[in-house]
């Protein structure tokens, strides 16, 4: 036999096993459409749906009232306008994370302006997300622009009131919380995906199990191996934001290691349930991408959630990252403790025990 009919001879094997392995084959047709059309709708996409509430105290002169003019300039979905009659108010929300910025417009805007005398437009805002920031202040000075095109008047300025960050908060420092639980996700769940499904492919599942041990013991025991390299790594991807990028960080270092640990352990839970599920190490493998793909473009990593169109947003909040890069964000920017994202912490709870639980079911019925 010539050398090129037993190379065709091993690749007709090899396309063979794959024929029989549906799973696989739909994977191989599915993932690169799938990544494709995400991919467009995700990435280039404009901020968008920013809750900004709008405090007009402006009482007018006439037919002019400037502040109405500016408003009515502001196009497009990138800022969602609530108005609201108190300052104090506004940035209270925004402190509590339930909104964005705020635009204060005073009362004597209209009666400044057409005297020539300076005035400003109060802007409170977050700015912990960078582009955020700079869809707000983007937005708002087009409708300057627009509404004073006609060579109105020119003595109008922004006074930036920030509530989180500064106007030196780099983009870098808003990234960087998700970006360290991207990381996590990655080493953690490779890890996981592959440790059960080779003790069954190794045989050594079945000598397990004719000893005492009990499913939820064997998930456990890897979980706990696991959870020491989810501590190394923890440590050496927050010490190298730190110390080779400088990432601010405003609030408890502790608090945010504990929740990458946290995170970390329902990594793992999820990598052995999916292990228990597979019949090979090639199926186990093709559920790494499938957690990564949506975890890197849907969760806030690299841009904000409002971003991301709206009708692909309720899948962010059925992926366990968001509320990890979330909770960190908070903590690193903002400062915030347990009682501001305790809904994070109790998100991934729930991940964590559920996974944990699905994956001793699923090793159980191995067995």
């Known amino acids: 036999m010539s050398s090129a009919r037993r190379i065709l001879a091993v690749a007709r094997k090899s396309l063979s096993q794959f024929r029989h392995d549906r799973r696989t084959l739909g994977f191989v047709i599915a993932m690169p459409l799938l990544m494709v059309i995400v991919f467009g709708y995700t990435f280039g996409g404009q901020v968008h749906d920013v809750r900004t509430f709008v405090i007009n105290d402006d009482v007018g002169s006439g037919n002019d009232h400037f502040a109405d003019q500016v408003l009515a300039n502001i196009a497009g979905d990138t800022l969602n306008l609530v108005p609201a009659t108190d300052a104090d108010f506004a940035r209270t929300e925004i402190s509590a994370g339930r909104a964005w910025a705020a635009f204060v417009f005073p009362a004597n805007f209209t009666a400044q302006l057409l005297t020539l005398n300076p005035t400003t437009i109060r802007v409170i805002i977050d700015g912990s997300s960078p582009p955020i920031v700079s869809a707000v202040f983007g937005t708002l000075r087009a409708a300057v622009e627009k509404a004073f095109a006609g060579g109105g008047p020119t003595l109008l300025s922004l006074n930036s009131d920030f509530v989180y960050g500064s106007a030196d908060t780099r983009f870098i420092d808003s990234f960087a919380p998700g970006v360290v639980a991207l990381a996590v996700l990655m080493v953690t769940t490779i890890f996981s995906v592959i440790i059960v499904v080779r003790e069954k492919s190794a045989g050594t599942l079945e000598r397990l199990f004719s000893t005492p041990l009990r499913p939820v013991e064997l998930i456990f025991g890897h979980a706990l191996a696991l959870s020491v390299i989810a501590v190394l790594q923890s440590t050496v991807v927050l010490g190298a934001a730190l110390l080779l990028f400088q990432i601010q960080v405003v609030g408890n270092i502790a608090l945010a290691f504990g929740v990458l640990l946290l995170f970390a352990v329902g990594n793992q839970g999820l990598g052995m349930m999916l292990s228990a599920a597979a019949k090979n190490e090639l ?19 690299f841009f904000p959630l409002e971003a991301i169109p709206s009708g692909l947003r309720p899948l962010s909040y059925a992926v366990p990252l968001t509320y990890a890069g979330d909770a960190l964000h908070s903590i690193m920017l903002r400062g915030w403790g347990p009682a501001e994202i305790w809904l994070d912490l109790v998100a991934l709870c729930v991940y964590a025990f559920l996974t944990l639980l699905g994956a001793a079911v699923l090793v159980r019925r191995q067995a």
């Open 283 to 301: 199926q186990a493998v093709q559920t790494i991408p499938l957690i990564l793909f949506p975890s890197i473009l849907l969760t806030g990593v």
